[in-house]
């Protein structure tokens, strides 16, 4: 299962700025910051699950996107994510959607349940992305700005060993728990991360 997050054409992720390029060593450099607004019932339908960026999409130009595929040899490392979370106000939010859609039903659910808002910022880069990659998005006739992440949903597995440093952020958030990775990946788990994820 995968799905995918419009960061465009969703009017619950709002970016207020962002800035992608590329970088020696066949890198590219990304930071945003903005907001998410998330509701229950969007977080229960990934409880226990981990999501794992697989795919960004980068728009061009007006009807111009180049992919950066995340399951391959290009690898994802955010450096820094920094996070506040509220709940907001009713004129703040677009009732009845949620941040992310799944490519597995075609559609979003809705929610009346109170929602919450995470205002976010996060740097980062992407390393060993494709020589034709960088070139199409070097070549582009505007600056690169992130279109979708699509990511996969699986099962979680328990750390191998690795360092706690890979752990950027633990947040609780409408009884949920929610851990973000070094490599992107996030795990939701219901309560307490560590007895529901199986992670910490």
Avoid: C, H
Avoid at 23 to 29: F, H, I, K, M, T
């Amino acid at each position: 299962m995968s799905i995918t997050v419009n960061v465009e054409g969703n009017q619950n992720i709002r970016v207020a700025e962002q800035l992608v390029g590329t970088a020696p060593s066949n890198q590219v450099e990304f930071a945003a910051e903005g907001t998410i607004t998330v509701t229950p019932a969007l977080l229960e339908r990934f409880e226990g699950a981990s999501l794992q960026p697989a795919e960004l999409e980068l728009a061009v130009a007006d009807s111009e996107t180049v992919v950066v595929d995340l399951s391959g040899a290009a690898s994802l490392y955010l450096e820094t994510v920094d996070v506040g979370v509220e709940t907001p106000g009713t004129g703040d939010l677009s009732p009845g959607t949620d941040a992310i859609g799944s490519s597995t039903n075609g559609g979003t659910e809705t929610s009346d349940t109170q929602p919450g808002a995470i205002a976010f910022t996060v740097e980062g880069t992407i390393a060993d992305v494709p020589p034709a990659t960088l070139e199409s998005l070097a070549d582009a006739s505007s600056g690169p700005t992130i279109a979708t992440v699509t990511f996969a949903v699986e099962e979680p597995t328990r750390s191998d060993g690795g360092s706690e440093a890979d752990v950027l952020l633990e947040i609780d958030l409408l009884g949920y728990g929610l851990a973000v990775y070094r490599d992107g990946r996030i795990d939701v788990g219901r309560g307490g991360l560590a007895d529901d994820v199986g992670l910490l």
